[in-house]
């Protein structure tokens, strides 16, 4: 996972939508249902750090989008 839209994808496989109209509540739910797959052993501990990687990213990344405006 490399991207938002890859994690948007992995959920989407276990048919999980994320979509609250504003990204960095999208990316604490997507958080938040990443630590449920984990924890209910659904996803391996590389594909929770990595999926933690990005949203911690993205969500610095839209912060500082905020900042500016």
Do not use: N, T, W
Request: no cysteine; hydrophobic share 40%.
């Amino acid at each position: 996972m490399k991207s938002y839209y890859d994690l948007q994808q992995f959920l989407k496989r276990f048919g999980i939508i994320i979509y609250m109209g504003d990204r960095l509540v999208d990316l604490e739910m997507m958080e938040e249902e990443f630590k449920e797959l984990y924890q209910g052993k659904l996803i391996d501990v590389k594909e929770f750090q990595e999926a933690l990687i990005v949203i911690r990213q993205e969500a610095l990344k839209e912060k500082q989008l905020k900042k500016q405006k």
